[in-house]
């Protein structure tokens, strides 16, 4: 199945911008690009989606160049509270494939 | 808004017991889907179904049953516990759009 490619893990600190990169090799003209955080002992949620260029909701911004081959979750400022995985899953037909996200820790 | 329910949220079963993982979206999504997340990794998919009356292999499907009983409700059974099937299952319905999907809470399984 096909699977979008993000880090595996990402140090910060608290009040430095933090900027996330997925591939997206096999998206398809119709699917709009999606990002899940999940904290630890819950389900993933959903933050933020696009479809290009940029989209900017009160928790981050998504930036998604012209070919939209890839992504960049942008979390500005970020705090301890931040610390989860990121995912940015391939959705396959609505098989939505998830790899194993990005483990952003926030360190004080 | 309940979104997205799961039960029973924990279970220890035994090895070769049967069970029923039980989940119901109340947001008239077609489609649903089960997964299974293992302790440092990424969620797979075990089954999906993308509307009432269907339902399709996932990643990893062997060791389960699902059976999609209504729009609303979408069960995953385990005939046959194994220690192998320890996880945590999420299941999650998509929107009508195809791009979104909202996740339970998740039901913590361990067997012994």
């Known amino acids: 199945l096909a699977k979008t490619t993000q880090p595996i893990s990402m140090d910060s600190y608290e009040g430095q911008e933090v900027n996330i990169t997925c591939s997206h090799n096999?998206?398809?003209?119709?699917?709009?690009i999606t990002w899940y955080q999940q904290f630890p002992s819950q389900g993933p949620r959903f933050i933020i989606q696009?479809?290009?260029t940029k989209v900017t909701n009160e928790v981050a911004s998504l930036f998604i160049p012209a070919d939209r081959k890839s992504s960049t979750l942008s979390l500005p400022r970020v705090s301890l509270s931040d610390t989860a995985v990121y995912y940015c899953?391939?959705?396959?037909?609505?098989?939505?494939?998830f790899g194993p996200g990005t483990r952003l820790s926030v360190l004080p | 808004n309940a979104g997205v329910t799961q039960t029973p949220k924990f279970q220890v079963l035994k090895t070769g017991q049967s069970m029923t993982l039980q989940c119901a979206q109340d947001?008239?999504?077609?489609?649903m889907y089960w997964y299974r997340q293992d302790p440092g990794m990424g969620l797979r998919l075990i089954y999906y179904?993308?509307?009432?009356?269907?339902?399709d292999k996932g990643e990893v499907p062997n060791g389960y049953n699902v059976s999609r009983l209504n729009k609303r409700e979408f069960s995953l059974r385990l005939e046959s516990a194994a220690p192998s099937q320890t996880s945590v299952y999420f299941c999650?319905?998509?929107?009508?759009?195809?791009?979104?999907?909202?996740f339970g809470e998740g039901s913590w399984l361990t067997v012994v």
């Open positions: 179904s993308a509307s009432e009356g269907t339902t």
């Open positions: 899953p391939d959705n396959y037909g609505q098989n939505f494939v």
């Open positions: 947001m008239n999504h077609n489609s």
């Open positions: 999650a319905s998509g929107d009508n759009s195809g791009n979104t999907i909202y």
């Open positions: 096999n998206i398809a003209t119709n699917d709009y």
């Open positions: 696009g479809y290009k």
